[in-house]
């Protein structure tokens, strides 16, 4: 048996995993209580495999959808030994592949028999994260930790 896939195969997991991308975005829309994601679409999805690297991902926002890989690799950098079926990681901190602290990156690590097999992960646009205002963004804000709560994968 070859190990290598015939372009037709290849073309059709292809499509499969960006259609697995696109029903994640659908799914986001709808169930979505946020104003700024099911009708401003503020937010990215994507599939990544166990070594962080993009599977699939959505024909969205580039400050969310370029940033996304750095996110996924933070939290298994600094969770990936610990990982288990279950498990739900936030990163929003910029230092940690975020974009700005009301972006957040939800991770969803997804095991089959024991194994890791890939991560779906979310980036969305909250609109308040705490802070020293509503809407988590002040201008007299001088240090990141006082625009909002800053959540890295394992801190």
Request: glycine content about 8%; overall charge neutral.
């Amino acid at each position: 048996m070859s190990s290598s896939l015939d372009p037709i195969t290849l073309e059709v997991l292809t499509q499969a995993l960006i259609a697995t991308v696109r029903e994640m975005r659908a799914t986001v829309c709808r169930t979505a209580s946020s104003v700024a994601i099911y009708d401003a679409k503020d937010f990215s999805c994507g599939l990544f495999a166990p070594d962080s690297q993009v599977v699939a991902q959505s024909e969205d926002i580039g400050s969310h959808v370029v940033p996304l890989p750095w996110s996924v690799r933070s939290a298994m950098e600094k969770m990936g030994a610990t990982l288990a079926p279950g498990d739900v990681i936030l990163v929003n901190d910029p230092y940690a592949g975020g974009t700005h602290l009301n972006d957040v990156t939800i991770i969803y690590p997804v095991f089959r028999e024991g194994r890791l097999i890939f991560f779906p992960a979310v980036r969305a646009h909250w609109a308040d994260v705490g802070g020293m205002v509503p809407g988590s963004m002040s201008g007299k804000a001088t240090e990141t930790s006082r625009r909002s709560r800053s959540w890295r994968a394992g801190g």
